[in-house]
């Protein structure tokens, strides 16, 4: 069955620090990438998708993922994250197979930013 | 743009009783509209698909008697929990998508449905 893994659950950092969050999916057709944020009490928000094209993609708030077809990953990463990042971040995975269009979610990895 | 509403964001009923949650996509026109259950420091998990005017498509594992989904228009979709109990307590959230955009999901901001 078609999966996508985050492999951290928990993460603490320090304002300033750098931040990579993994996530790999299970499905060797084509596939559109996508990586949410749900800030507390908010709804869930899109910080950047890829498609196709450059498999680095930079989304808002100074977010950058990397699509790297041969390793089946789409980690996240920001150079230097503030107070204002603290959320849980979702990656999720759209399975292109004749029009069927399902969204497949990671388990999430809850970002704690102390300042 | 793209802006999907739920209503309500919060419900408490008794076990037994029906609850019906509203989806509506306010600035568009939500051709799907899907349906997530969201549990406790868990990921989304996607309970039907909706498509206007036709039947929606189950996910394997969720009860189409109980969870009975509505896509009247292109803006609007409903979930009713019937004959809620307990372990239906949950956070559902819908989201909608384009027909130019297929692929892209814009995300409601859920309801806490809680069955005492």
């Known amino acids: 069955a078609q999966s996508v893994s985050q492999h951290n659950h928990h993460v603490i950092l320090s304002e300033a620090a750098s931040l990579e969050l993994g996530c790999n999916y299970s499905y060797g057709g084509t596939v559109n990438l996508f990586w949410y944020v749900q800030y507390p009490g908010q709804h869930l928000q899109l910080l950047l998708k890829y498609f196709s094209g450059d498999p680095l993609v930079k989304g808002i708030k100074g977010f950058e993922a990397e699509f790297i077809k041969s390793k089946f990953s789409f980690n996240l990463r920001k150079p230097s994250v503030q107070w204002s990042d603290t959320a849980e971040y979702f990656c999720a995975v759209n399975l292109l197979r004749g029009g069927y269009n399902k969204l497949i979610f990671g388990a999430g990895t809850r970002l704690a930013v102390h300042p | 743009g793209a802006v999907v509403s739920q209503h309500p964001s919060r419900v408490i009923c008794k076990s037994g009783t029906s609850v019906k949650i509203e989806c509506r996509s306010l600035d568009f026109q939500a051709t799907t509209m899907f349906w997530y259950r969201q549990f406790p420091k868990k990921s989304l998990m996607l309970m039907a698909t909706?498509?206007?005017?036709?039947?929606?498509?189950?996910e394997q594992g969720v009860e189409k008697d109980k969870f009975l989904i509505n896509h009247a228009s292109l803006t609007l979709s409903t979930l009713t929990v019937t004959s809620a109990h307990p372990e239906d307590s949950s956070f559902y959230i819908c989201?909608?998508?384009?027909?130019?955009?297929?692929?892209?999901?814009?995300f409601g901001p859920g309801t806490r449905l809680t069955v005492t």
């Open positions: 989201s909608a998508g384009q027909g130019s955009h297929p692929y892209e999901q814009y």
């Open positions: 909706s498509n206007e005017g036709s039947k929606a498509t189950y």
